[in-house]
């Protein structure tokens, strides 16, 4: 299968952090040909590629944009926000993608504003990203310098480090200076959003791909892929694999080939357990699963799990899934915004029964308590932070059961210290929130 390359196209390999060697690979014809263009005509071209969310909801994004009402039917001003928050564990892709072709994205940004008729965007980047919004200002100053930005305004605001504001609400309620906790819908943010304003909030790879979808016509951008799941995505492989890092393939792209082909194979010789295909929030695949599933919607659907944010994280066969579930629920307790309690409350029991079970303290009572917790989490909560920790500890319960089962029946675990979660999810202690630049050397 070829691999175009759609969203890095044109940095063959590097990165494009300089004005001119962007428009030397065509950088900004998309934009003036969208500016040519009625903001309908710009909305129809994302509606012919099917373009899809990057972010994790893989809703269409040019349904997105024709849900924000005209300027003549709510008079106030129209807001895009881009969640630049990247959070979820195993995804690293928008990082890179503002790293090396900061000016695609903002080309986009631009693209998306003309089409929503917004004279101001939002970029909402992750703290932690310090160079990646030192990246994007640097660039902004280029493009201004350029006059390319017209009566657009761009504010690159940096978040405080809660998983929460990737969810859409939580980020606005954050950018209006409030503690960041999901809103209730309705009303949904295309009507009221920013300011109780119209607002389309849209993913990074989502905004740099809208570059691409303007530059090669919706129809034509549509014949890469597969149907429901067109073009190309920059999917976050890492766990145990030889060669992690990001990689931009067309949809349809067969998980076992990304694993074996692009990543190397398991490294250290070890074989595959269990691949987490979308973030973890997504439940797990068997390494016999993962043979025969395509990374799309509809393939991993299908195989009961998600797409997600693309970030394929591979276990190998030391893993303990009690352990990794500990690591998983320890994550989304500790991010809880707490406004909810099924999640508030949920997420620690889940964590705790885990631990009881890990230690060897849990009786067949505790597994039943387990799985009757995760589901009075799903499902019932304000936004998908407790669910997503209900779904993905009840799928390792699912798939792996006869591991929990001996974790009862040995009175410990049976991996008896073997088991290694190294590159696979960090312990939450190192789930730092402090800026990028105290804790990875640049
Ligand atoms: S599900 Fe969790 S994170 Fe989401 S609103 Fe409820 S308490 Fe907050």
């Known amino acids: 299968m070829s691999t175009p390359e759609i969203v890095f196209a044109g940095s063959g390999g590097g990165a494009l952090t300089q004005i001119a060697d962007y428009e030397a690979v065509g950088g900004f014809a998309a934009l003036a040909k969208a500016r040519a263009m009625t903001p309908d005509e710009v909305i129809a071209e994302l509606d012919a590629s099917n373009l899809r969310g990057r972010g994790g909801a893989f809703f269409p994004t040019g349904r997105k944009w024709s849900f924000v009402p005209k300027p003549d039917r709510i008079a106030k001003p129209h807001y895009l926000v881009v969640n630049a928050d990247e959070s979820e564990p195993g995804t690293f892709k928008d990082r890179e993608i503002m790293l090396r072709v900061p000016f695609r994205f903002l080309e986009g940004c631009l693209i ?67 503690r960041g906790q999901p809103r209730t819908k309705p009303p949904f943010p295309a009507i009221a959003g920013l300011y109780a304003s119209p607002t389309a909030v849209n993913n990074v790879e989502s905004i740099t791909t809208a570059t691409a979808v303007i530059e090669l016509g919706g129809a034509e951008y549509a014949k890469l892929g597969v149907e429901n799941s067109t073009g190309t995505r920059v999917f976050s492989l890492s766990g145990n694999v030889v060669n992690g890092g990001n990689y931009e393939l067309p949809h349809g792209f067969p998980l076992r080939d990304l ?138 319960v699912d798939k792996f059961r006869d591991e929990f089962q001996a974790h009862i029946d040995e009175g410990g675990c049976p991996l008896h210290g073997s088991s290694s979660l190294d590159h696979v999810l960090a312990p939450v202690a190192m789930h730092t929130h402090h800026h990028a630049r105290e804790v990875v050397p640049l």
């Not at 504003?113 to 990646?132: L, T």
């Not at 929460?164 to 200076?177: H, Q, R, V, W």
């Not at 659907?301 to 276990?315: D, H, L, M, P």
């Not at 500790?334 to 409350?345: A, Q």
Request: glycine content about 12%.
């Open 112 to 178: 998306a504003a003309h089409a929503i008729e917004s004279k101001h965007v939002f970029v909402y980047i992750r703290g932690e990203y310090e160079q990646e919004f030192e990246v994007l200002v640097a660039a902004l100053e280029q493009m201004k310098a350029r006059d390319l930005l017209g009566d657009v305004t761009v504010v690159v605001h940096r978040g405080a480090g809660a998983y929460i504001c990737g969810e859409e609400t939580a980020l606005l309620e954050s950018l209006e200076g409030r």
């Open 259 to 396: 694993i074996y082909g692009v990543g190397g194979g398991i490294a250290g010789g070890r074989t595959l357990k269990a691949v987490i295909p979308g973030g973890s929030s997504t439940p797990i695949l068997t390494a016999a699963e993962v043979e025969r599933v395509t990374l799309d919607f509809d393939s991993l659907t299908g195989a009961g799990t998600a797409i997600g944010s693309a970030a394929v994280i591979a276990i190998d066969d030391r893993c303990c899934m009690v352990q990794l579930a500990v690591r998983v629920s320890q994550f989304y307790e500790h991010e809880s915004c707490g406004k909810c309690t099924p999640c508030r409350v949920g997420t620690r029991w889940l964590t705790s029964i885990l631990q009881k079970i890990e230690d060897g303290r849990g009786s067949q009572a505790d597994m039943d308590l387990l799985l009757s917790v995760a589901e009075r989490i799903n499902g019932k909560c304000l936004c998908p932070l407790g669910d997503s920790d209900a779904i993905a500890v009840a799928s390792y």
